[in-house]
């Protein structure tokens, strides 16, 4: 194996090895002493500076598990192109290398690739959402609610009651009968349902159309599916119960992105 094929293996390899010491330390015996780097993150200057960039986990999600297309020669060069599977946040990144005499890298280029358009799934909750949005307001991450008032201005406003009711479908409890919300989406019935919660570093969209329910049984079923919390500022159950009829969801979740829509 030539010098460059090895730096060549030894860069890739690293993007597959949690990083440390001992693998800054094998990344920067690829490299020049004056070696250099430009990414998205910036440039950086010398052999430890490059290396421990190169061997951190600041780019490990754009060439960990990814596909390598076969090596490029361009302009004295070498290209290495690492594409993620195709539900990933990213697309990839690929890595342009420049080598001395010496066979050592002397200059690195680095930049991700965008994530490709998803075609849409048929829209079916999977559990994993389910719970996402029924666990919502207890894991501290409320959903937040889009909505247009009677006028067209657009409003948000966090709902704790927010509750996943069917395979395409989620509920709501408003306690205040007048409230804007109601008013609003009786004239335009179109909403979205926003939710992050930044420990699991999930994301979600859902996109729908709200009506309300006057059915006993699925007043009371939304009710006593909302949290405790909630249900104790209610306890008569004197609020309105809407139904959101999903029309398409997106997200991004550290297993890839959802993309779905009702068919």
């Given at each position: 194996?030539?010098?460059?094929?090895?730096?060549?293996?030894?860069?890739?390899?690293?993007?597959?090895?949690?990083?440390?010491?001992?693998?800054?330390?094998?990344?920067?015996?690829?490299?020049?002493?004056?070696?250099?780097?430009?990414?998205?993150?910036?440039?950086?200057?010398?052999?430890?500076?490059?290396?421990?960039?190169?061997?951190?986990?600041?780019?490990?999600?754009?060439?960990?598990?990814?596909?390598?297309?076969?090596?490029?020669?361009?302009?004295?060069?070498?290209?290495?192109?690492?594409?993620q599977p195709e539900k990933m946040p990213t697309g990839g990144g690929r890595l342009t290398l420049e080598f001395n005499g010496n066979g050592e890298v002397n200059h690195v280029e680095l930049w991700s690739l965008p994530a490709p358009f998803l075609k849409p799934e048929s829209l079916e909750l999977t559990s994993a959402i389910k719970e996402a949005v029924n666990e919502s307001m207890v894991a501290g991450a409320p959903m937040l609610v889009s909505y247009l008032d009677a006028e067209g201005q657009p409003?948000?406003?966090?709902?704790?009651?927010?509750?996943?009711?069917?395979?395409?479908?989620?509920?709501?409890?408003?306690?205040?009968?007048?409230?804007?919300?109601?008013?609003?989406?009786?004239?335009?019935?179109?909403?979205?349902?926003?939710?992050?919660?930044?420990?699991t570093r999930a994301l979600y969209q859902f996109f729908g159309r709200a009506r309300v329910t006057a059915d006993e049984a699925e007043r009371n079923r939304i009710w006593e599916n909302s949290c405790e919390i909630e249900r104790n500022q209610d306890p008569d159950r004197l609020g309105v119960a809407t139904i959101v009829d999903l029309d398409q969801v997106e997200g991004i979740t550290v297993e890839g992105r959802v993309f779905m829509r009702r068919e």
């Open positions: 194996m030539s010098d460059r094929d090895k730096a060549i293996a030894t860069i890739k390899g690293a993007f597959e090895h949690d990083p440390g010491d001992d693998l800054t330390s094998t990344v920067a015996g690829q490299l020049a002493a004056g070696a250099t780097m430009r990414s998205m993150r910036g440039k950086v200057a010398g052999r430890d500076s490059v290396a421990a960039a190169l061997a951190g986990s600041d780019f490990r999600r754009f060439f960990s598990g990814g596909a390598w297309d076969a090596p490029e020669e361009k302009d004295g060069a070498v290209v290495l192109t690492s594409r409003h948000m406003t966090y709902r704790g009651t927010a509750q996943a009711y069917s395979d395409n479908q989620l509920a709501l409890w408003s306690r205040m009968a007048n409230g804007g919300f109601l008013k609003g989406t009786a004239v335009n019935p179109k909403v979205t349902l926003f939710y992050r919660n930044p420990t």
